[in-house]
């Protein structure tokens, strides 16, 4: 494995190049990426980057957790044959100020919630695979709408790159794996599979049998009956679109529903088929 600091030491590669980028406090979700990319591309690439332009909240970006050392070791386990791990400087060598029109798809949810969040990522995914180029690029569906918006955003470019997009890992109580887990208490941490049970007890009661506005009004309430469980947000939209669901006439497996949980301090966001 060779680690790379600067961007022109992406340097040797063979046959079709694959791409997980990350920002780093590697867990089984990110792994099962590199699995897929390994599994389908000759040569694997994998950044290190917490991208400061993303964060809409300063002390979000300060507390998100940097855990390198353990990151390599794990990479290089999995077989990973590049990381590159650059500083704010390689990325950025000059401040970025390009504003991206992702055609109203960061307008809600996240986007609507975390001002600018979309753009940074717009920002710091287009650097990457200007940096990389990759035939391929590997993302998780746990971050349902940043996938939408970087297919959108490879497509508007016309980019020659595949967005692949890789199923949720969960942990064996059905908390979606995140990098922010490890920032929750023990007591935090025991709540949150909350999240995925009311989701998934949602997907097989709720659909059809009350309106759209009651299923999000009691999958919020039912996860706020957890005290040390606060709903942000509740949506049920469309897969493909993302547009907000205002009715169930959508064929079953067209719709995805969609909440942002904080836990004490620490941020989750989860979705599932609806």
Not at 48 to 77: G, S
Not at 238 to 251: C, D, M, N, V, Y
């Amino acid at each position: 494995m060779k680690l790379c600091r600067r961007a022109t030491e992406l340097a040797g590669y063979r046959g079709t190049v694959g791409f997980v980028p990350t920002m780093g406090a590697l867990h089984e979700g990110h792994l099962s990426l590199v699995k897929k990319c390994r599994e389908t591309c000759d040569t694997t690439v994998v950044s290190i980057f917490v991208n400061p332009t993303q964060f809409n909240d300063p002390k979000d970006l300060q507390n998100y957790p940097r855990t390198e050392a353990q990151d390599l070791e794990l990479l290089a386990e999995a077989g990973v044959d590049f990381v590159f791990a650059p500083t704010v400087e390689e990325v950025y060598p000059e401040p970025d100020t390009r504003c991206f029109d992702f055609g109203g798809l960061d307008r809600i949810m996240e986007g609507e919630h975390r001002p600018g969040h979309f753009n940074g990522v717009g920002q710091v995914v287009s650097r990457l695979f200007e940096v990389v180029k990759p035939h391929k690029a590997f993302f998780g569906e746990k971050d349902f709408q940043q996938l939408a918006i970087i297919r959108y955003m490879v497509a508007q470019t016309g980019l020659p790159i595949e967005i692949v997009g890789c199923p949720i890992v969960r942990d064996r109580d059905g908390l979606a794996r995140s990098s922010r887990n490890m920032l929750l208490s023990p007591e935090h941490r025991a709540a949150a599979p909350r999240i995925y049970a009311v989701l998934s007890e949602a997907a097989e009661t709720l659909r059809g049998r009350v309106p759209v506005t009651e299923a999000k009004r009691i999958i919020a309430e039912q996860i706020d009956a957890e005290p040390l469980l606060k709903t942000e947000y509740v949506e049920i939209a469309s897969a493909k679109t993302l547009s907000p669901a205002t009715g169930w006439g959508e064929r079953i497996g067209d719709l995805r529903c969609f909440v942002a949980v904080h836990a004490g301090p620490v941020r989750l966001i989860d979705n599932i088929a609806i």
